[in-house]
């Protein structure tokens, strides 16, 4: 199981750091003219990995990762939701800048999230790595949060216009899913749940930065 594990974040790894190096190279080359099509030279990739993420939950179900179950679902379902329910849905939102934001931040999470979960595979911990990746998440993870709503917030003039994933069942049902309204009651949900991700953080960076656990991964 570990070196199924180890497989899975070198696989997220490369994935994660093919998204970060592209956006940093196509930015250093065209500038600003980079932003605008963000998704697509690298959304595809994004998708699989994002997709690929989902097995994390079932890792926790199934006793593999000792994570905590909660914070994890929270975590990918609101990417899931953001990426292919708001994102890939509306190519209007797609050329927006909050989505090289988003990707940007997301792919900075992650590469250093999976290279310190690789070495902590093998029982190597360097302590500056250890402290980037749960310290780093504690101030990136809210901006991340409110890039993912400023997404919503962009997407709904474009959900009312066309009608995307609204639904209005025909007589005798007369009920009727008006999917913006959907999305609205999402917001609060999310800004709710990342209080809840923020103090697990807190909670994960207090476990293994406490001073005796620095010790021990020193000896």
């Known amino acids: ?9 070198l696989m997220q790894f490369c994935g994660h750091s093919w998204i970060f190096t592209n956006m940093m190279i196509r930015f250093m080359t065209f500038g600003k003219d980079s932003l605008a099509d963000t998704f697509y030279s690298i959304g595809l990739v994004m998708r699989l990995c994002q997709l690929l993420s989902v097995l994390e939950i079932l890792h926790i179900l199934v006793g593999i990762d000792k994570s905590r179950l909660l914070p994890r679902f929270l975590q990918i379902t609101e990417r899931i939701i953001v990426l292919f329910v708001v994102i890939n849905s509306q190519e209007e939102v797609q050329g927006k800048y909050v989505v090289c934001v988003l990707f940007f931040l997301w792919n900075l999470l992650d590469v250093i999230r999976y290279t310190y979960n690789m070495l902590a595979r093998m029982g190597i911990y360097y302590l500056p790595l250890t402290w980037l990746n749960f310290s780093l998440c504690i101030l990136l993870y809210p901006l991340s949060v409110l890039a993912k709503g400023f997404a919503i917030c962009v997407s709904l003039p474009y ?12 007589f005798p049902f007369a009920f009727s899913i008006y999917f913006p309204y959907v999305l609205k009651m999402y917001l609060p949900v999310l800004f709710i749940g990342m209080c809840f991700i923020i103090q697990n953080l807190f909670y994960e960076r207090k476990a293994h930065l406490g001073t005796g656990n620095i010790k021990n991964k020193r000896s």
């Open 159 to 170: 959900f009312e216009s066309f009608g995307t994933y609204s639904i209005k069942l025909p």
């Open 1 to 9: 199981m570990n070196m199924y594990l180890f497989v899975y974040d």
